[in-house]
């Protein structure tokens, strides 16, 4: 059973037992172009949905990183600081930027699927 969701600010949810973690969608990554650098949130911060956890540079912008849900910070991916570009070569997976402790659940449900997000892709 595939665990991930998706928002329509790019950043996709990987869901397991009690943790989600985090990064950005391959639209977003092409969009931005080749990642410069990563400012990380810190572990142990509360967040609510919607809350700013991080930005993204790239070549071409400066992007904002969003809690897709509230909780937790419970980890980050430490690797990102020094290498940035691992976003670019595996934002599905290596590439991941943080994980959550979800506090409401049911904001999972409101999260889009694969196809969902998809058909939000083609309207942009």
Known sequence: MKNKHYTKDHEWVDVHADEATIGITQYAVDELGDIVYIEL??????????????????????????????????????????????????????GWIVAIKPSKIDEIEALLSMADYQTHCDTL
Request: no cysteine.
């Open 41 to 94: 949130p810190e572990v142990g911060r509360l967040v609510t949905k919607g809350d700013e956890i991080g930005t993204v540079e790239s070549v071409k912008t400066v992007s904002s990183i969003y809690a897709p849900l509230s909780g937790t910070i419970t980890r980050i991916n430490n690797d990102l600081p020094s290498r940035p570009d691992i976003i670019n070569e595996s934002p599905d997976a290596n």
